[in-house]
């Protein structure tokens, strides 16, 4: 037996970014007792680092702005694959949701008659983003842990669950270390929200940070839950490419929002041409449209560079490879020439976009108010996720909840921004009230002391691996030949030979990571926590290649060259992996359920 | 500075004890400090400990002390640094040593925690919500720009040097109220606190604190002072005592 220690709440919430404190926090308001765990310090999960704003119909801006506009918006950008009920709560309830932050003191720009300001972005209609100038992430998470900390959660700071229990066909509890010490630690718990973030660690090329390895997909899966939409990746457009170890940085869509314009080395702006379809309509046909767009011109449509991420990136992707590209393997992207039309120009810059303006100065030596930034592709959110009861946002495992960038559904096939932070309220508060619910009408269930003790030998397996010997290996090896496997093969651009060499790729590096050794002791020890991080990665890795293997079509994140249209064959379904029988990943389509009436009649409607 | 190496040195050890190690590694353009540090754990020590998040100054995670400046890792520039010599990195000073360059924290997590925390008015504009204008809330978003990087409360010599992390709460928490006391909506009252449990009157404006703030926040011109003026104003102003007004 291996010593641990046990911890009981009635709900426990892993992850505190946005999702999982706005879980918390409303979990708490109900009454029960919350347990919420993080792999790093409070106030430091990716919500922190998220830039451009939180997309809300509130029509401060624009008072033609509803929720039927930012439902139809949400559901055009996800090409229709979205959970159709959550976009709907989502375009309803954000509003609220982010009114209530000013409530728990938040401080958003402001318009001038005093309300919240609202930015434009890709793929909304209207200036929809609240913000503030680009850290808006900022705000969120420290107004959410700043209220958090008074409502009696219980907080586990630095600590990385493994394992969760389920016990009777119902979750029971999970099982973990704190990084800190390398103490380990049970949670029992009636109810339990993973709301972990995604998995954008599994490619080279990212904006994600270390903690986004898929452990709450993975977890999920493991307990038994689907997985669904994981062919469908996001990969940002804009990332800094130069110098090398920046590459993948994020450069927020706000500058494009701001007039930013997207140039190739000839210095022609390539945006205009190839305009798809079902955008033309919305879209300027003159570089003069465009900007009188981001001017606030309501008669005006917005500018190509404004289109969705996928299309963006692929465009990108298309200069470099022709040979347009800039001097490192992008494309420019000018903000500085929106001097030539506002008098105080830089200045507005600065205030506007304040961190993009001290990253590049500090990072690449480059005053973004004067010359313009190189910028290319990079992986950055997974729409994919754990399937969900889009009211409820619960599991197919009775008691386990998904929330936020952890979850699938609202963005289907591609998500705009924005929505993401405004995802992370509606459905963190949806995701804490019913695993609170959840909660109170059930009693605890006890966890077999057989399984926990089979977790903590698995939690410790990589020092016993690293005292034998043999074949052990460190694991960082293993994560960067994951990371370069998934990078050249289930990238922004993908075949089904590549996909195939990904998932034999995948299959021996499973073998490799079952070798994954760690030296020294416990005490905060990142090659012991890396190794524990491998099995996740590759558990997405594999579902993400799975479904992109199964998707012979070309729909929002996902691009096959050799099927680069889109094939109505495809629109019906989603993709869910589950974990089936010996343990192995199954595959299967999920037929979407036909839009409801009257939302049928508001997607017509803002066609 | 292409295909050079540089030699870093970094504190190895655990609760405190410990001793700089040399570790030899390449440097490329563009290269942070950690960079290195995280090439380092990759090829020769794995289990160096450090943390990090956002690589991009967004976090306030990756705070250390490179050549005896206090830092963030990941904005510290190679190219800015004498490579010629070894750079030293350690971890801060003024929190108990984990391990390598990870410290102990959570104190103020602590302190923030017994702070009272934001209380505003009643809803007055005709929507249930409340009107600010942009010139009214500027101070209080600068202080909002706080990573908690710590690195303030690194430097300040009453924490550093004389240790009263019991009777004071930091340039970073002293940041936190005033963007509480300074914003329009507020309505509660932290002067006794500030005054008594806060200790700002241990803070002697050597704007230490200022100076290594990585966001640039003028901590003691702008947050510190005015505080220490509304204390002064509550407690020793005579006539406004007199009157109990100075409420603000
Ligand atoms: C640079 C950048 C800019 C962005 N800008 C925007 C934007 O402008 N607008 C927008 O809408 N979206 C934006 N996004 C996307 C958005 O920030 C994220 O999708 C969102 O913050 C995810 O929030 P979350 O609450 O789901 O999870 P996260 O904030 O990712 O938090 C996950 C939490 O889970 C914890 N965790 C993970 N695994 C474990 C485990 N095994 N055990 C315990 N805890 C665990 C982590 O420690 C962390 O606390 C941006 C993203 C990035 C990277
Ligand atoms: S100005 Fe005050 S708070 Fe800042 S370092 Fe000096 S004494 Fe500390
Ligand atoms: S005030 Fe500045 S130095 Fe202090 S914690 Fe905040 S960001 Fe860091
Ligand atoms: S890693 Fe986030 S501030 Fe350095």
Redesign the pocket.
């Known amino acids: 037996m291996t010593e641990y220690q046990t911890h009981e709440h009635d709900v426990l919430v892993i992850g505190a970014g946005g999702a999982g404190l706005r879980a918390a926090i409303e979990a708490s308001a109900a009454g029960v007792s919350v347990g919420l765990i993080c792999k790093s310090l409070l106030g430091k999960a990716h919500t922190v680092m998220a830039e451009g704003g939180v997309a809300a119909a509130m029509a401060h801006v624009d008072d033609r702005d509803n929720w039927k506009v930012h439902f139809s918006d949400t559901m055009r950008g996800g090409q229709y694959l979205n959970n159709w009920r959550m976009a709907e709560l989502h375009a309803k309830e954000a509003p609220d949701r982010v009114r209530e932050l000013e409530a728990w003191g938040a401080v958003f720009d402001r318009t001038k008659d005093g309300r919240i300001l609202q930015r434009n972005f890709g793929g909304h209609r209207y200036p929809r983003l609240a913000h503030v100038g680009d850290r808006t992430g900022l705000e969120m998470i420290r107004t959410l842990q700043d209220h958090g900390i008074h409502q009696g959660i219980k907080v586990y700071m630095e600590h990385t669950v493994t394992k969760l229990f389920v016990e009777g066909g119902r979750i029971a509890g999970a099982f973990g270390y704190d990084r800190e010490r390398g103490y380990l630690r049970v949670f029992k718990a009636k109810s339990v929200v993973v709301a972990t973030g995604g998995v954008g660690r599994a490619y080279k090329i990212t904006s994600n940070s270390w903690e986004y390895t898929g452990d709450g997909y993975a977890l999920a899966y493991d307990a038994g839950a689907d997985l669904m939409d994981m062919e469908f990746i996001q990969f940002h457009p804009t990332g800094m490419v130069w110098p090398p170890s920046v590459r993948g940085i994020l450069v927020t869509e706000g500058v494009r929002g701001e007039g930013g314009v997207l140039r190739n080395k000839d210095g022609k702006r390539f945006m205009f041409d190839g305009i798809p379809e079902n955008y033309k309509a919305q879209t300027a046909d003159s570089e003069e449209e465009g900007w009188k767009y981001v001017q606030g011109d309501k008669n005006a449509r917005r500018p190509p560079e404004l289109l969705t991420r996928d299309h963006v990136a692929r465009k990108i992707m298309g200069e470099v490879r022709d040979g347009r590209g800039s001097p490192h393997g992008g494309v420019f992207l000018d903000i500085a020439w929106i001097k030539s039309r506002l008098p105080n120009g830089a200045e507005h810059i600065k205030k506007k976009l304040p961190s993009m303006y001290h990253q590049f100065k500090q990072l690449a030596d480059i005053d973004i108010t004067e010359v313009p930034m190189e910028v290319g592709p990079t992986t950055h959110y997974t729409m994919g996720g754990v399937r969900v009861d889009g009211d409820t946002q619960m599991s197919t495992v009775p008691g386990l909840f998904a929330a936020g960038e952890c979850a699938a559904g609202l963005h289907g096939a591609n998500r705009l921004g924005g929505n993401s932070l405004s995802d992370l309220l509606v459905f963190g508060k949806r995701a804490g009230e019913h695993a609170a619910k959840f909660a109170r009408e059930r009693e605890a269930v006890a966890i077999d002391a057989g399984r926990v003790d089979a977790a903590a030998r698995a939690a410790l397996a990589p020092f016993d691996r690293g005292a034998a010997g043999g074949d052990a290996e460190g694991p960082y090896k293993i994560q960067y030949a994951l990371q370069d496997l998934m990078q050249e093969n289930v990238g922004i651009v993908r075949n089904e030979a590549d996909i195939k060499k990904a998932l034999d790729g995948i299959q021996g590096l499973k073998q490799r990571a079952g070798h994954a050794a760690a030296g020294g002791n416990r005490d905060y020890n990142p090659g012991w926590h890396t190794a524990l991080d491998l099995p996740s990665l590759l558990t997405c890795a594999e579902a993400i290649a799975m479904c992109a293997l199964e998707r012979k079509e070309s729909r929002g994140g996902h691009f096959r060259e050799d099927h680069p249209d889109k094939d109505p064959a495809y629109a019906g379904f989603n993709l869910v992996v589950r974990k089936g029988l010996g343990g192995r990943p199954e595959l299967r389509r999920e037929t979407i359920a036909p839009l409801r009436e009257d939302l049928k009649q508001v997607v017509e409607e803002n066609k | 500075m292409s295909s050079t190496s540089a030699t870093f040195r970094i504190w190895r050890g655990e609760k405190g004890k410990g001793e700089f190690r040399d570790y030899k590694t390449p440097v490329s353009e563009g290269m942070v400090v950690l960079d290195a540090v995280h090439q380092i754990q990759a090829d020769q020590a794995n289990d160096l400990a450090v943390r990090w998040n956002c690589k991009a100054g967004k976090c ?1 995670s990756c705070s250390a002390e490179v050549n005896g400046m206090p830092k963030l890792m990941c904005m510290t520039r190679l190219s800015d640094l004498p490579l010629d010599q070894p750079v030293t990195v350690q971890p801060m000073h003024t929190f108990p040593s984990i391990r390598d360059l990870v410290t102990d924290v959570s104190w103020n997590f602590r302190v923030k925690q017994e702070i009272k925390p934001f209380k505003p008015r009643q809803p007055d504009a005709p929507d249930g919500t409340w009107r600010m204008q942009q010139e009214d809330i500027e101070r209080v978003q600068e202080f909002r720009k ?8 690194d430097v300040c010599h009453v924490l550093r040097d004389h240790h009263k992390h019991d009777e004071f709460i930091g ?2 928490f002293l ?1 936190h109220v005033a963007a509480l006391e300074m914003h329009p909506l507020d309505t509660e009252d932290r002067i006794p606190e500030l005054k008594k449990a806060h200790g700002v009157g241990y803070c002697n404006i050597t704007k230490c ?1 200022t100076k ?4 640039g ?1 003028t ?1 003691t011109d702008n947050a510190i002072i005015p505080l220490k003026e509304r204390v002064v104003d509550r407690y020793y102003d005579p006539i406004k005592r007199l009157l109990g007004i100075g409420r603000k």
């Open positions: 306030g706080c990573i908690e990087c710590f690195l303030c409360q340039p970073r940041v604190c290594v703030c990585p966001e926040i901590i």
